[in-house]
């Protein structure tokens, strides 16, 4: 069994080398995998199904190829991309996940989640994470036109990023105590998640927690087959 693991290319039109470097990803590296699991902040924002992202008629087909040569393809939503539904997901050729998805690899279970879940001493990101997944403020999000909402998610940026700037390290990394919490609640003896832009290999008493990197002109994937686990950034050459 193959499987491939990515999570927060942030695709957006004004980045065209990330949706390149998915491009080259999908057509060279994930072909012929079993499974490609996609853990979030795939779209820098995603505003609702029912607008056309120009980014995601570019790589649509790539997708659709993929699924068609025998890849099955997963979804979990990110903190960018949670509205993606079943017709953005259905683009993707993806089935959608539960946020917090328990498989089993060769090696061992593994918890598959985005991460946002795990940064609990983030308070003010847990209060504003409450209320952009409540489905009733998601449903007014939606009824609003899309130069609205682009113009909200524009705000919605603009204030991430100045409450980030007054925020510390620390607080924006995950809480320990989540970790912990994740791998004694589901048993797993892996953790694979994104979010943090921290791509790392840590061997805990609990289990191994594996942080995916966030892309740019160069990605970052997870690669897991029957002998082993493999975390590795790549430029598309
Ligand atoms: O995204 P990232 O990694 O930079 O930061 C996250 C947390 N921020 C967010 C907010 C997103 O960046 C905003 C983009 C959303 C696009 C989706 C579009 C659809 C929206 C539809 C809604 C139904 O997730 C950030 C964390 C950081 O990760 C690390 O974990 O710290 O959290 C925050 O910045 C939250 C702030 O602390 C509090 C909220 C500030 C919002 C200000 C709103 C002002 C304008 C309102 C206009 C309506
Ligand atoms: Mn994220």
Redesign the pocket.
Known sequence: MLRYFISDLHLQAQRPEITAALLYFLEQIAKGADELYLLG?IF?????DDYADPVMDQISPAFKRLAASGTQIFFIHG?????LGESGAAQLSAQLLPEQTLIELSQGPALLMHG?EL?LD?E??Q???E????PL??Q???QQSVAE?LA??Q??????????AM?SED???VAQRAVVGAFNQSHAHFLIHG???RPARHQLAEGERIVLGDWGASGWYLRADDDALLLKEFTPS
Not at 44 to 48: D, F, N, T, V
Not at 131 to 134: A, G, I, L, P, T
Not at 155 to 164: D, E, I, N, T
């Open positions: 902040d820098e924002a995603w505003i609702g903190n960018r991309d949670f509205l946002d940064c983030d003010a990101y209060e504003f994470r209320m952009v997944r409540n403020w998601q007014r999000f939606i909402r909200i998610a705000q919605l940026r603009q204030g991430s990023r100045a409450a980030g925020k607080i924006m990394d979010h943090t832009h």
